[in-house]
């Protein structure tokens, strides 16, 4: 039994060895495995929008019933038309509660920018009928100004006309501010502080040499600049001198150097000196980040 099961095996084994190797048989087809389907293309992720570059700008706010400066951003932009706007907008946002650096505004809650049109150097600036609500002369020459002062920040704008729901206007509230011809910063003159420090504005992280900048109508055009620490100690004092005063504004710009012993809390203060005994008049301190 067990030698007829080793046979059939065998023989079987034989016969298909000698068909293998017959004359004229066909080899076996091999058949190759189908190749796998291309890859699908993986599809390029969208391009990420490149973020928008943002300006820092000043905008003209208000400290002791005269013009201060605070700085912030807006978006980047490369017509003045869009800047002027852009920088109106965010003065008028500027709600009255939030008063920072001894800081407020005359502009009025609900106040809107209606559009900006530049004819030659001149901002015209539509406003909502807001701007006209509420207060007395002096809000209204502080919130003429705060307009005026913000537009023309920018060099290619030297002088503001206004219109009030897109109608030119000649005069704004009640008070009757006159706004017609077109105002610029000398029309301005009555609630502009004495010394106008236009940079560094206020929070402003500073090194030595700090550049001090603005605008100043002091006696003999001279007045003193100081840093001081968070202890109130002082780094440096000098003096500046403006290209004009009594009586006359001029601009100013210098450098100050001082030693910082470690990064904390300072400020830049400036001050005149009274013609008459030496003391301090027209003081404003700015609050700035001392940095190495």
Partial sequence: MRTRHLVVPLVAVVVVFAVALAPGCRRAQVVEPPEPPPAAEESEPAPTPPAE??????????RDEKIGVEGTTIPQASETTSLVAESLDALAKQPLSSQRYGLGTAVPVGT?????EMNGRTAIVNLSKEFETGGGSLSMQLRVAQVVYTATQFEDVDRVAFEIEGERVESIGGEGVSVDPPLTRDDCEAVTPAILVEAPVPGAAISSPVTISGTANVFEARFMAKVSDGLGDTLTEQPITATSGTGTRGTFTDDLTFDVVGPGAGSISVY??????????DEIKIPAQLVE
Wanted: proline share 4%; hydrophobic share 35%; net charge positive.
């Fill in 53 to 62: 570059e943002a300006r820092e700008v000043r905008l003209y706010l208000v």
């Fill in 112 to 116: 809107e920018v209606r559009g900006v």
């Fill in 272 to 281: 005149a000196l009274s013609p008459k005994d030496g003391s301090k008049t």
